[in-house]
């Protein structure tokens, strides 16, 4: 993987396998090369050199080789492995479709319905076992919703996907407690506490 100042953002590019799908980054441990300037914003967008990165195969292709240590994210390859900075998270859910078993559904689902979610880098994600959602307070007294992706990457949901899941939420009692949630996927994933829900909406 080429470093800052050598043969710049393409050269990075050309260093990085092309496979059908996610390549193994799980398998890979590489050494440490350093950091380089690149960044995600918190709103989605990814710099380079301080520069957005205006190709959106090209972000796609970096997005399949990101992997997070801790609180630390990098890019990798077979061979090595350089140091980013996310602000957030690395990705933004931009798109929600609502489907059951077999085709997509109106609002008025049976239990069995899944969230899907489309990323900024067109990945597909069902919520459900595995694929969390969660929703964080914020100091202003809202909840942030995210989507996690894969492999401790995690996705900020839109705020206008938040008002359709606020739209979609139901109330159920949780451990002797009334919580206002989504389901999906078989599974319920909790907002906040009922009587609390309009204020986060």
Not at 35 to 40: A, G, L, S, V, W
Not at 131 to 142: C, K, N, V
Not at 158 to 167: C, I, N, S
Request: glycine share 10%.
């Amino acid at each position: 993987m080429a470093k800052a100042g050598q043969s710049g953002l393409e050269g990075i590019a050309a260093a990085l396998p092309r496979e059908k799908g996610l390549p193994p980054i799980h398998l890979w441990n590489p050494p440490f090369c350093g950091d380089i300037d690149m960044r995600i914003s918190a709103d989605g967008t990814w710099f380079y050199q301080k520069t957005p990165i205006g190709r959106p195969a090209l972000v796609r292709l970096f997005s399949t080789v990101l992997k997070r240590e801790g609180d630390k994210y990098f890019l990798v390859t077979p061979v090595e492995k350089v140091g980013i900075v996310v602000e957030d998270v690395p990705f933004l859910a931009v798109e929600l479709k609502l489907v059951g078993p077999e085709q997509d559904v109106l609002p008025d689902v049976p239990a069995a319905h899944v969230l899907r979610f489309r990323t900024n880098v067109d990945d597909w994600v069902d919520a459900g076992p595995g694929q969390a959602l969660r929703f964080e307070p914020e100091a202003t007294g809202g909840l942030r919703p995210y989507l996690h992706v894969r492999s401790e990457l995690w996705a900020k949901v839109t705020r206008a996907l938040f008002y359709d899941l606020v739209e979609l939420g139901e109330e159920r009692v949780v451990e002797g407690k009334p919580m206002f949630g989504i389901a999906s996927g078989g599974e319920f994933f909790v907002m906040a506490e009922a009587s609390a829900v309009r204020e986060f909406a």
